[in-house]
């Protein structure tokens, strides 16, 4: 899917409005995504139901929001009682299973090869590399491999470029 801009520059404003019209608000792309993974007749599935739907919650930028779906998550776990709710809410999260998230070093080279996997189209606009030394360019392997099969490739998605790595060199 394409940035905004390019939306609006390739099809035009009116069918990017109508597109937006049409788009599924968040709040019904998450549970409409987790529903058919529970099963809300039982306790179990309500359960399994905050333990999927919380961490996502957690992640969604904008207080108002988060209050909003989390009271969309109490209003089918059938817990209409706020007090209630925001027991539970700590409770059903910690029990959640997450794990740790390594924090890397946000460095120029780890965003450009991010841009790339996600856009490979992009690939068409870098310059030649050659010139550049790797030893001092941490990543810069990885990404003239990047740029290489984006180009030799050319429309390749970016599901299709990682399947390329997997398992390989780079495959962590």
């Known amino acids: 899917m394409a940035d905004p801009d390019t939306l609006v520059r390739k099809e035009g404003k009116e069918a990017f409005e109508a597109r937006m019209e049409q788009a599924m608000p968040l709040s019904a792309f998450l549970f409409n995504s987790l529903m058919p993974q529970v099963d809300l007749s039982t306790p179990d599935g309500r359960a399994r139901l905050s333990t999927l739907a919380l961490p996502l919650i957690s992640q969604v930028p904008g207080e108002t929001l988060r209050i909003y779906l989390r009271q969309e998550l109490g209003n089918k776990l059938g817990i ?3 007090s209630q709710l925001e027991r ?3 409770k059903a999260a910690e029990s959640g299973v997450s794990r740790p998230v390594p924090q ?4 120029t080279m ?3 090869i991010g841009l790339l996997v996600q856009n490979p189209e992009l690939a068409t606009l870098v310059p030649p590399l050659e010139n550049l030394d790797e030893n001092k360019l941490p990543g810069l392997g990885l990404f003239r491999e990047l740029v290489n099969t984006c180009l030799s490739q ?4 970016t599901g299709q470029l990682l399947e390329h790595y997997q398992g390989g060199l780079w495959y962590k």
């Open 88 to 90: 539970l809410m700590p």
């Open 104 to 107: 890397l070093k946000r460095t």
């Open 80 to 82: 209409l009682d706020d």
């Open 110 to 112: 780890r965003i450009l």
């Open 154 to 157: 050319p429309g390749l998605t």
